[in-house]
């Protein structure tokens, strides 16, 4: 919840090397939680215009574009995710949600909800929401 201490130091660490992804990854997860979603976008595009396979920019990138109801950018975005790194849960969580919801596609939200739980941590926090829409998707 210290997103100014984060965006701090990010600029820190991007001002000694600005070739530090992940500076340039947290600054842009630090910009958008703090409300400053279009700086947030242009450093996470800078970011994957440096490194077009870092995959967890291209999360943070989408979760943006979905706040900006840029659905079908965050959709390409999250694909090339779940394409790049199959493992990471979050990529199948937020394209469960937007099958859930714009994209109007239950069976796909379905499958990607089943591959975050079969991914996720069992602490992870979007667990229980997801099982909800798993047994709403059901009913």
Avoid: M
């Avoid at 870092?54 to 779940?82: F, Q």
């Avoid at 499958?111 to 047994?135: C, E, I, M, S």
């Amino acid at each position: 919840g210290r997103w100014s201490a984060v965006e701090r130091h990010a600029r820190r660490a991007l001002e000694l090397d600005p070739h530090l992804i992940e500076a340039a990854n947290n600054l842009g997860i630090a910009l958008g939680r703090l409300g400053r979603n279009g700086e947030a976008a242009t450093v996470l595009e800078d970011a994957l215009h440096r490194a077009p396979d870092y995959w967890p920019a291209k999360v943070n990138l989408a979760e943006i574009d979905i706040a900006a109801g840029n659905i079908e950018r965050a959709v390409e975005l999250l694909e090339s995710a779940v394409a790049q790194a199959p493992g990471a849960p979050d990529p199948h969580r937020l394209l469960g949600d937007l099958c859930v919801g714009p994209l109007n596609d239950p069976s796909r939200a379905r499958k990607h909800y089943n591959a975050f739980l079969r991914r996720a941590a069992p602490g992870d926090p979007h667990r229980a929401a997801v099982r909800r829409q798993l047994t709403n998707l059901e009913d």
